[in-house]
């Protein structure tokens, strides 16, 4: 019993180690901050593109838009969404490949939706600590997955990655370039399942894989 455990926490230390060897030889990128969600000091809730999280109606954002140098073109795709594509010029951190979107409920918009170019692992030595860390496990395409949220406060946004593999090493997380959704976020209170740490989120992501890989 004595021997388990002691091979168990080398495995845990050593995994902890190559992690943190990861952030240190990995080449760091420097973002550009100008174009951030946020940056406007006029905004009284999470915004971009002028659009304010919560305040702005559908009709309001879609004038925004289409004014805006960063779009191409916006429409009102369904009641829920308006969706837009980029012009070119917009900032290097954001993919253009994928359409930006808006998130709408009681004639208001909720959230704002993007995909980024920059890694997990890029933002986090930008921004700092996270506020909100959650994983878990998840099925697509009938493949179990692993996938994770991670919120920041200033700017008001959260991170999130495709699901990746059961047995995904830690490193595809940091690797991996990440989608961002612009809402307030709210620090947990007592969910076990948001990690206020970085050490307990990695802690839980290779209890998931560890779990999911004897599936």
């Known amino acids: 019993m004595f021997t388990l455990l002691l091979r ?17 030889t990995q080449p760091y990128r420097s973002l550009i ?3 951030l969600p946020g ?22 954002a879609l004038a925004l838009l289409s ?3 960063w779009i191409e073109r916006a429409e009102r795709a369904t009641n829920q969404f ?32 993007l995909w980024t170019n920059y890694q997990l692992g890029d933002w986090i030595l930008t921004l700092g600590s996270p506020a909100v860390m959650e994983s878990g496990s998840t ?12 919120g920041f406060t200033e700017p008001s946004i959260y991170l999130s990655g495709m699901p990746v593999g059961a047995c995904a ?17 709210y620090p947990p209170w007592n969910d076990s399942t948001q990690s206020q ?7 839980r992501f290779q209890r998931l894989r560890e779990r999911n890989c004897r599936r």
């Not at 940056?39 to 309001?60: H, K, N, W």
């Not at 099925?139 to 991670?150: A, H, P, R, S, W």
């Not at 740490?197 to 802690?203: A, C, R, Y």
Request: with cysteine; aromatic share 12%.
């Open 33 to 35: 901050t100008e174009g």
């Open 197 to 203: 740490t970085l050490h307990t989120f990695i802690e």
């Open 139 to 150: 099925v697509q395409d009938g493949k179990l997955g692993l996938f994770y949220n991670i």
């Open 39 to 60: 940056s406007q000091p006029d905004c009284a809730s999470p915004c971009f593109l002028g659009i304010q999280v919560g305040r702005t109606t559908p009709i309001e």
């Open 82 to 113: 308006i969706i837009w594509n980029w012009s070119g010029r917009q900032p290097d951190y954001i993919n253009p490949a994928i359409p930006g979107k808006l998130m709408i409920n009681a004639d208001r918009i909720i959230a704002i939706s």
């Open 169 to 185: 090493k830690a490193d595809v997380f940091w690797r991996q370039p990440v989608g961002m959704e612009i809402r307030p976020v």
């Open 8 to 24: 168990l926490f080398v495995l845990i230390w050593i995994s902890f180690a190559s992690l943190a060897m990861l952030f240190r």
């Open 67 to 69: 004014r805006h140098p």
